[in-house]
């Protein structure tokens, strides 16, 4: 903006990985001083280019260029983090070491012995440089994430890099955690700093960047100031063909429908208190919230990962026995985890046997599984949900971000269950894959099930009939259809009452 | 561990909290300590003597080292059960090149001077061998040392016949048998290489990169750690310095059994992790394994002193063990991984 100076270009880069092409001729200049995006469904490249661009993988071919000059060699890594620095999606914070440690790991000292105390000072500094408001001396791994993905900054930086990309970096971050960081990205930006933002959240693009380049299927399709893109457009640019928005289906569910899903006077210490919740069949109700409002940890209590303190929770008309996760599914509920990483799959089986785990004993006779069954149930599974893979003996590890939840809704949805409970559905996936996510929720609810979903994005939960908007740890609002951001937004900040 | 989800508000660092526990974690096992030497000093009036308290000290020597090596080696976050084979192997190997034929070496009979040199290259090589399958040929740690453990003591039993070496040279046995200054030479020498160890681990970069490599070896890898060559050279001074425990046991003994080290591996294993020494890498400190192999060697001279029948040794010791890891669990507060 302010100069045309590029920053960092990347010139007719290739990248290929044995079959596959990661990159083919792909291309990305960012000016000087801007905040750009770059953005693309899962598997457009993105990631290859990250690392191409901090020097992590070289390119078979093409050129990386930085303010002009081209980039080191790939053995050179001082030189490389004088020039770019990066936050990755992965956490490179050692969670056994100190913050001070952490922040400036092989580079303790130039050479020698390690001056304890002069580190922790060199470490405060740093901290207070960049208004890191953490101690020096604790264990990096007692840090929230957002406080480490601030020390990941700090530390980015501290080489002195004027250039740093930002890998998803809001992707585990609440509301205002994610209103934090825009704020140190505006900050740093009137310091000058160049910074590529990647995400999936096509909002954050617009609140934060200057100008966008959009990657499909291994190439650079467009780049452009944000305000020539619309958001149509934009979502067009990324799956190569014109999309609608999602359409958000209205149900009427009856009064006199069967509450599926029920707490009464459910209590958890230092999570939740005191809260009473109906669902009925057909219904979806949202929960929503900050991260500390204890959403979470109200719908975990429902599928039985938490024994409440106090209360009940009822599951299709059994009081289900709580912290019981078996007692829970079968009493017909069916449950997506938080993290699909941790929780949601077991990466090496393949996606038939992932989806079918719950319905394993309707497989088969005396506890055997027919393979034969499991495979015709998988592939069912793979056609009403879309999911993108060679077949279901591919295992779930091999997929991207969204067929991977596809698979774990999958799993959830196998038993046709009366109650839903899904949390964070479309976390880390692509517009495409949201849209097959969303639709085989509300799918769901048309069969007649109820179905929680706790959500951080709005989107999301505009598919529900009514949503309970929680602050710490109460449920303060019932909001019906019809709300406006700023009003859900309000209510969610503790601002309205 | 690293999957808090939620973020909790910036400033949540407890800043009241001045004092670091952090430093002291490596020293939990120092109330179990005190009140083994409580307990001993009950058992037997002679076990507060200096002359025992040396005695197990020397007794523990070669233990001691092989806990070294492999606490560099965990902390590093990787495996190595071959240490204990070393042991035995590197020794005998080491003197066969310098003896006779008529007391059971090669007929080499290279100078004697050079047996503990070459005692050292076999540990460094086994080492080696290690690094280069599980770096280079990316298997995984415990198979590869698993079947280097058998293959190492098959080894030695190939090449001694099965039998045991006693006519050894005399600079051979020396470190072993020695005494400096009033204590045993082996009881300098293991704690020259602790004190070594825990400078280099607590001081400089490369010794802090274990820890950075045993954490995250991506993370390791990005900020320019030579994780693969770090590695290797971690594999191979284990190696090295298990070849030295073998150099000290043999001294100590005055001779080399068959059976050297032979389930040394699993007391080294106990002692490192009793000590903080995650199995998990990346955490832990080598005077914390220091006070693990001190809390083993105080419960076998109680044991002994006791004059438990050799039967029922075994139980007791592995329920102490046992015992220990409670403590020092409670003590440091934290999940042991």
Redesign the interface.
């Known amino acids: 903006m302010t100069s045309s100076v590029k920053a960092v270009e990347a010139l007719g880069i290739t990248k290929r990985f044995g079959p596959t092409t990661a990159l083919n001729g792909a291309e990305i200049a960012i000016t000087e001083g801007e905040t750009h995006a770059l953005i693309g469904r899962n598997g457009a490249g993105k990631s290859t280019l990250v690392s191409i661009l901090t020097g992590?993988q070289r390119p078979d071919e093409g050129e990386v260029r930085f303010a002009g000059e081209p980039a080191p060699p790939p053995a050179d890594?001082?030189a490389w983090?004088q020039r770019v620095a990066c936050v990755?999606q992965?956490?490179?914070?050692?969670?056994?070491?100190?913050v001070a440690?952490n922040l400036f790991?092989?580079?303790?000292?130039e050479r020698?012995?390690?001056n304890?105390r002069t580190l922790r000072t060199r470490a405060r500094q740093l901290l207070e440089q960049y208004g890191?408001?953490?101690?020096a001396?604790?264990?990096a791994?007692d840090?929230?994430?957002?406080?480490r993905q601030?020390l990941e900054i700090a530390r980015a930086l501290s080489f002195g890099a004027r250039f740093i990309i930002l890998d998803e970096p809001t992707a585990?971050?609440?509301g205002p955690?994610i209103q934090?960081l825009f704020d140190r990205m505006r900050s740093l930006r009137e310091q000058g700093v160049t910074m590529m933002f990647i995400s999936h959240h096509l909002e954050e693009v617009y609140e934060i960047c200057q100008s966008v380049s959009v990657f499909r299927d291994a190439r650079h399709i467009v780049t452009a100031s944000v305000g020539d893109l619309p958001h149509d457009r934009l979502v067009d640019a990324m799956t190569g063909e014109a999309t609608a928005a999602y359409e958000y289906r209205t149900r009427t569910p009856g009064t006199s429908a069967p509450v599926v899903l029920s707490a009464r006077a459910l209590s958890l210490a230092g999570r939740y208190e005191n809260v009473d919740l109906t669902v009925q069949a057909g219904e979806i109700v949202g929960l929503a919230g900050s991260?500390?409002s204890g959403k979470?940890g109200l719908a975990e209590t429902l599928v039985g990962l938490h024994r409440a303190d106090t209360g009940t929770v009822t599951v299709n008309g059994t009081e289900v026995r709580q912290g019981d996760v078996p007692s829970a599914l079968r009493a017909g509920l069916g449950f997506v985890p938080?993290?699909r990483h941790?929780q949601g799959f077991v990466p090496l089986l393949s996606i038939a046997e992932n989806a079918t785990i719950p319905i394993a004993h309707k497989l088969g006779r005396f506890g055997a599984v027919s393979p034969a069954r499991r495979r015709e149930r998988g592939a069912r599974m793979i056609e009403q949900l879309d999911i993108k893979t060679t077949g279901p003996d591919q295992p779930v590890a091999d997929l991207s971000g969204g067929n991977a939840q596809k698979v774990v809704l999958a799993r959830a949805l196998a038993d046709d269950p009366r109650a839903l409970v899904v949390i964070n559905p479309t976390a880390g996936v692509d517009v495409k894959a949201k849209h097959s996510l969303l639709g085989a929720v509300e799918d769901a609810a048309d069969r007649g099930a109820g179905a929680v979903l706790v959500s951080d994005e709005l989107d999301d939960l505009r598919i529900c009939d009514r949503i309970l908007v929680m602050f710490h740890g109460r449920i303060v609002k019932d909001v019906p259809r019809g709300w406006t951001d700023s009003e859900l937004v309000a209510a969610m900040e503790g601002i309205d009452h | 561990m690293t999957t808090t989800k939620t973020s909790s508000p910036v400033s949540a660092a407890p800043r009241g909290r001045r004092i670091q526990f952090g430093r002291f974690r490596d020293l939990t096992l120092v109330p179990v300590i005190v009140v083994l030497l409580i307990a001993g000093s009950f058992v037997d009036p002679i076990f507060l003597t200096p002359g025992n308290l040396t005695n197990v000290l020397q007794q523990q020597s070669a233990l001691a080292l092989v806990v070294l090596a492999e606490a560099l080696i965990l902390i590093a976050g990787k495996f190595d059960l071959s240490l204990e084979s070393t042991v035995g192997m590197a020794p005998a190997v080491g003197v066969m090149l310098v003896i006779p034929v008529a007391a059971g070496g090669f007929g080499l009979e290279l100078p004697g001077i050079l047996a503990i040199p070459l005692c050292l290259l076999v540990g460094g090589l086994v080492g080696a061998f290690n690094g280069f399958l599980i770096m280079r040929f990316q298997l995984s740690a415990f198979i590869v040392t698993l079947a280097m453990m058998i293959v190492v003591h098959g080894l030695q039993l190939g090449l001694t016949q099965g039998k045991s070496l006693f006519e050894l040279p005399e600079s051979f046995l020396y470190l072993g048998s020695a005494t400096w200054l009033g204590l045993p030479a082996a009881i300098w020498i293991v704690g020259a290489l602790f004190t070594v160890a825990i400078v280099a681990l607590g001081y400089f970069r490369v010794g802090r990169s274990l820890y950075a490599i045993g954490g995250n070896a991506d993370a390791a890898r990005a900020v320019g750690v030579r994780v693969e060559r770090v590695v290797w050279a971690v594999f191979v001074i284990g190696g090295i310095v298990a070849a030295l425990a073998g150099v000290l046991e043999t001294g100590r003994l005055g001779g080399i059994s068959a059976n050297q080290g032979v389930g040394w591996i699993f007391m080294a294993f106990a002692a490192a992790v009793i000590g903080g020494v995650s199995m998990d890498g990346g955490k832990g400190t080598i005077l914390g394994a220091l006070t693990g192999v001190l809390v083993i060697g105080l419960v076998e001279n109680i044991l002994t002193l006791k004059g438990v029948p050799g039967e029922w040794k075994q139980l007791v010791y592995g329920s102490i063990i046992l015992v220990a890891l409670m403590i020092s669990r409670l003590a440091g507060g934290k999940a042991q991984d």
Not at chain 1, 90 to 98: A, G, Q, R, V
Not at chain 1, 132 to 135: A, E, G, K, M
Not at chain 1, 143 to 147: A, C, I, M, P, S
């Open positions: 992590l890594r001082d983090r990755y992965k956490s490179t914070i050692i969670p056994t070491l100190s440690e790991l092989n580079r303790q000292t020698g012995r390690i304890w890191v408001d953490v101690d001396e604790t264990m791994g840090l929230g994430v957002e406080q601030l585990q971050l609440d955690a934090r991260g500390s979470v938080q993290d941790h």
